[in-house]
């Protein structure tokens, strides 16, 4: 499909269509296909709680750019933006996403995550059967995953690689390995251009505030406990999320149909140690502390843990760094800066999403 700089195809610039594009990592693979390329982007997103259009008001105006309100569960408006943005390729995102929210609602989960990416790709597979043989053989479908579907690595030098078994812990990674697996049947079967990616958590600017990074930094100005659950020995591999999008990019645009990657940040860190650092950083950058508040550390507050929290997740990347050069230019101590950094410096960014004001604004962006 051409070489990860230009790609030129029909003397073209590619459609990329990206679902969950308003979410976190959607909105970063958004803003670098718009600011670091030549493609053409339009972002399907039904805009759920997590979608947040003010995470594009960077790129928003660009010529590139299109958006469209929409379920991927809905298959005739789903088809009908297919036929009118007549994609290269599909970034599929769209999905629910935390892990504690399918523990109380495991239905929209279900929903999204499966009946979702089973309407994708039939209107995908549909879309390409229609395609000339050129645009059939270059289209490709990137579904990306997580490596919670792995479920738990108990050793310490234990690492998820491509093949390790699915052996996932919540509702949340159970609909996401459904996906994957719908994903893989579709190419077997149907003989349809996938592409799997598997990436650890992902941090970084424009993630939603109940995530932990963020939830940290957030309640950490406002003098709020920061709870962590357990003992925080949890631990997990930390990927910056700009150096995710790069990776989605490179696999779309170089990676062998039918393949997975997987994706880290060779960033393993214990819960509490992320607390700490981002603790470390603030104490050092917020000049005015909240009352009471000596060190943001002794706000850590250690909380029951949740119902079966995997113990530690780590990637082994050596794939797509051997066979599509990647790998990410941030380490932990860099990118958790410029997050917390991010988060201190854009206030009204996040104080939009805190206060709901962030959701007022969607009617009419049809």
């Excluded at 949890?234 to 990676?255: E, K, N």
Aim: aromatic share 10%.
């Amino acid at each position: 499909m051409g070489s990860p700089g230009g790609l030129v195809r029909y003397n073209q610039p590619m459609k990329i269509l990206v679902t969950g594009g308003a979410g976190f990592i959607g909105s970063a693979v958004i803003r670098h296909l718009l600011n670091d390329t030549q493609c053409e982007v339009t972002n399907l997103d039904k805009l759920t709680y997590a979608g947040n259009l003010d995470s594009l008001d960077s790129v928003a105006a660009s010529s590139r750019y299109h958006f469209e309100q929409a379920d991927i569960c809905d298959r005739q408006a789903v088809e009908n933006i297919f036929s009118a943005c007549q994609p290269d390729a599909v970034i599929h995102l769209a999905a629910e996403s935390h892990v504690d929210r399918s523990i109380d609602g495991p239905g929209d989960f279900i929903q999204t995550n499966l009946v979702g990416t089973y309407t994708m790709l039939e209107a995908s597979r549909a879309h390409w059967s229609g395609l000339n043989e050129t645009g059939r053989a270059d289209f490709r479908f990137l579904h990306v995953s997580t490596d919670e579907v792995y479920g738990d690595l108990a050793g310490c030098d234990d690492l998820f690689r491509e093949d390790t078994a699915y052996d996932p812990s919540s509702p949340y990674a159970a609909t996401k390995a459904g996906s994957d697996h719908l994903v893989r049947a579709w190419y077997r079967t149907f003989k349809f251009p996938v592409l799997i990616t598997n990436c650890s958590n992902n941090y970084g600017p424009y993630q939603f505030p109940e995530k932990l990074i963020p939830h940290m930094i957030l309640n950490a100005l406002e003098g709020k406990p920061l709870p962590i659950y357990g003992d925080g020995s949890q631990i997990r591999d930390w990927l910056y999320v700009d150096d995710h999008a790069r990776a989605l990019y490179r696999v779309l645009t170089t990676g062998q149909a039918g393949e997975t990657y997987n994706i880290g940040g060779l960033n393993e860190k214990r819960n509490i140690d992320v607390v700490n650092t981002i603790c470390a950083i603030m104490d050092e950058a917020v000049a005015a502390k909240p009352v009471g508040v000596e060190r943001f550390s002794d706000l850590i507050t250690f909380v029951t843990d949740r119902p079966g929290h995997d113990e530690r997740y780590a990637i082994d990347a050596s794939k797509i760094n051997a066979e599509l050069s990647w790998t990410p230019d941030e380490d932990f101590t860099s990118g958790i800066r410029k997050t917390v950094l991010w988060y201190l410096e854009n206030k009204a960014w996040w104080q939009r999403v805190v206060d709901g004001s962030y959701k007022l604004e969607r009617i009419g962006h049809h």
